[in-house]
């Protein structure tokens, strides 16, 4: 026939036509009234030159007996040059809506405004159609309503190759005993556009609710504004995914591979919205909901222009990434300032997994100049895990995260080559170092432990320092490794300011293989740059260090005092760590230890200190006679040192020289006046005296003093001396023991 049209007729037969070639078909506004088994408009294996127009049929049962019939319109294998239109067309009470399995349409297939029902079977049953325009073709105004029943769901486009786009905006799929939409291993070639008001739902508890299992899109998959209860792409392979504010209940991209590789928009500013840096991001997860779960187990993710995972603002109401072993293989290659993958203000219920991970972030050069994975502000009601194979080419950032389980980060390798930025709460011209950080934790609150391990060379940072944890609070045992090789400015591990309200443990990646005899050498090399940062850090009981030099297993065991100190000296100088160590000696009962520590943290404050001349004089006097108060005692050595010297000088030297003599009486003229020689008492009496003047040794001998009749007035300037020595050593015991009375070593 060279063509068939039928407009707004009342049909109460079947029109078959099996094999029939025709120039075009219109069926347009019409009625048909019929129940068949098979179809009512059955064109199997038809080949039309044209187009099929069955826009605003409508196609109802007679009066109902319980028996649905078989498909309201059958293309099953039809050959279609032109379009086929079912625009505003309605079927809701046949077993199925619409055949078109292993059909052949050259053009669009348009189906806005339709309103199908599968009471029985599918609303649309369109497995290895080929589509060489757009497909469904639904805006906003005009969309699908589309229900289902059976495995096959309310949509079936498995294997289906649409070479236009995938339009299903606004519309409303539902599949009672199925997916919504089931196009596993189908091929869309400019992408598909599931967004607007566009909802999907399932009775079933074990179908996905959208199934792309193993299909291939090109373009862009947009799901912004969709509700979606559960999003399969297990295998899939797409070039854009976004679902910057979606609501989907489970979303799953295990397999998947996601490209973004087409050229970025043309911008002359970088973007710094959420909005405009989605544009180049493989896959847009924005202010998205996910009632259930969201998996990446073994996806591929890349995108030359952005993130390759923006999911900021996300809420995840249970598991996140779902990689829980070293064979998930998730990887997620992208470019930016926002990282591989962001999630900058999530919300993640359950589990954040991302183990087995590989993230990268590459410049032009192919370098890694930005962070890995930009968390900050992340909420996290679970465990959060990056080990068993983590590897990141860029920093990971988790700044100010809430972390309520705990936090493991043991990684493979976290590499990166930013350069320090300004920061924008500092003074002009200061750098923030946290942002060249490979590891940047800064005033995260971690509601359990904290594993923070890494082995020698696992971390490296081009710019600054290996971890910055400043501020951060662990409601629980903390386990962070830092190399005594490796220094940089101001410190290679920053604990500044930290809380940990349990234990620390502190392990070496690298220790040094020669003990350190010269720890005054050690400070200096530091002074610039440091291995550690622990001003202000802040622990509960005894901290222990690891390798222990005490070599026991024991992780209670207090590690020796000379291997803290050695630790400090290679740590940023500051007066707190050693006073909080002093407590926790002291807390155990090791005075010794605990008086050491705070010795030599006057000792590093001389050579790394910002000491002035008159401090730095008054500490080097301190030190020697009374241990900067710590030593109150050695004075009391000092006093009988001094005593001896000053005794066996006088009566070695100045009684047989007379320059000191027994005083002539006040009654003698001073003409006749002649001095007595000193006896050995009344020498002794005087070297006392020098000291001492209230004590007296002797008091049957005349005291001796400074011959008044020949006067040498070195002596005279010996005994001013020695007595201003000996007040001086008085008034650091004196010191020395307000110190002991009244120290308190927790203070900073």
Known sequence: ????????????????????????????????????????????????????????????????????????????????????SVAKLESTEHRGGIQLTGANISGALDARGAKITGVAAQALLADYLTVGGDAFMCEKGAHLAATGSGPGGAIS???????????????????????????????????????????????????????????????PLSLEGATVKNLSLEGATVENLSREGATVENLSLEGATIDNLSPAPHTDVPPTTTTSAAAGTAVCLSSATISGRLGVRGATITSDHGAAVMA???????????????????????????????????????????????????????????PALVADLLTVKGATRLDSGFTADGAVELWGATLSGKLVI???????????????NADAGRLDHGSTAAVWLTGATIGDRLSLRWTAKALSSAHGPLVVADCVVVNGDALISWCSQTVARPAAVSLQRASITKRLVLLDAEPSPQPDDDLTSVRRDH?????????GLTFTGMPILEPSAAGSDDLNAAAPVAQWLAVLARARYAPQPYHALSAAYEGIGDDSAARDLLIAQHDDALVRGNVGRGRRLYETLSKRFVGYGYRPLKAIWWVVGVLLVTFAFSAAVLRPAKDIAVPPPA??????????????????????????????????????????????????????????????????????????????????
């Open 1 to 84: 026939l060279p063509w068939l049209e039928l407009t707004g007729c009342v049909l109460r037969a079947p029109l078959i036509a099996d094999r029939v070639q025709l120039g075009w078909l219109t069926a347009s506004g019409c009625l048909f009234e019929f129940r068949r088994d098979d179809a009512v408009l059955a064109l199997p294996q038809a080949k039309v030159a044209h187009d099929v127009r069955l826009a605003g049929s409508k196609f109802d049962l007679p009066q109902s007996d319980g028996n649905p019939g078989g498909w309201a319109v059958d293309l099953a294998g039809a050959t279609i040059t032109g379009q086929l």
């Open 527 to 535: 002074k610039k740059a440091a291995s550690l940062d622990l001003d």
């Open 667 to 748: 009654t003698q003229s001073a003409a006749s006046a002649k001095p007595k020689e000193c006896s050995l008492a009344g020498t002794a009496d005087y070297a006392v005296s020098l000291a001492f003047p209230l004590v007296t040794v002797s008091a049957n001998d005349p005291p001796c003093d400074v011959n008044t009749v020949n006067t040498n007035f070195l002596v005279v300037l010996f005994s001013w001396l020695v007595r201003l020595f000996t007040v001086t050593l008085a008034g650091f015991f004196t010191a020395g023991l307000a110190v002991l009375m009244n120290r308190s070593p927790s203070g900073g």
């Open 410 to 424: 043991e990684p493979v390798r976290i590499a990166t080559e930013r350069p320090p930025r300004a920061s924008p």
């Open 312 to 370: 900021d603002y996300m809420t995840v109401n249970s598991d996140a990434f779902i990689c829980e072993d070293d064979k998930s293989k998730f990887t997620a290659t992208g470019r930016g300032d926002l990282g591989a993958v962001c999630l900058i203000g999530a919300t993640i219920n359950g589990q954040l997994s991302l183990r087995g991970t590989t993230l990268t972030n590459k410049d032009a050069r192919g370098t890694g100049h930005g």
């Open 157 to 219: 486009l498995v294997g289906a190759t649409v070479t236009g786009r995938l339009a299903l905006t606004d519309s409303v799929l539902e599949g009672c005993s199925g997916p919504a939409l089931l196009a596993a291993q189908a091929t869309l070639k400019e992408g598909a556009m599931l967004d607007g008001d566009f909802s999907a739902t399932s009775h079933s508890a074990r179908a996905a609710v959208i199934d792309l299992r193993g299909a291939t899109i090109t373009g």
